[in-house]
Nanobody
Framework: QVQLVESGGGLVQAGGSLTLSCAASGGTVNQYTMAWFRQAPGKEREFVSAISWSAGRSYYANFVKERFALSRDNSKNTVTLQMNNLKPEDTAVYFC?????????????????WGQGTQVTVSP
């Protein structure tokens, strides 16, 4: 089974940037659809972005389009979420998720493997 470890969270001012990484072990990222979700206090976990295992095509939630970019590095067995022009409403714990040969679903239940999450805080 694949294990996922997120890194790169932190505190940033509005308009700033952060880069989140998800390192996979026990499996190769090009066999998994990899995704990022986030969860703010008192809210449901929500889809942010996913990259397909096959074509490596990325998909995004409407609220992050043009600001976030998801990429995959097969040689490092990682996926990276570049987040630009961050807003206070982007504050949340960000989770990396994986589904073996799965579709790029925005649904939490479709992903079998999850990391522990990394906190992103955006100050006004």
């Amino acid at each position: 089974q694949v294990q996922l470890v997120e890194s790169g969270g932190g505190l940033v001012q509005a308009g700033g940037s952060l880069t989140l990484s998800c390192a996979a072990s026990g499996g190769t990222v090009n066999q998994y659809t990899m995704a990022w979700f986030r969860q703010a206090p008192g809210k449901e976990r929500e889809f942010v972005s996913a990259i397909s295992w096959s074509a490596g095509r990325s998909y995004y939630a409407n609220f992050v389009k043009e600001r976030f970019a998801l990429s995959r590095d097969n040689s490092k067995n990682t996926v990276t979420l570049q987040m630009n022009n961050l807003k206070p409403e982007d504050t949340a714990v960000y989770f990396c998720a994986a589904d073996l040969y799965g579709s790029t679903s925005p649904l939490v239940r479709e992903y079998a493997f999850w990391g522990q999450g990394t906190q992103v805080t955006v100050s006004p």
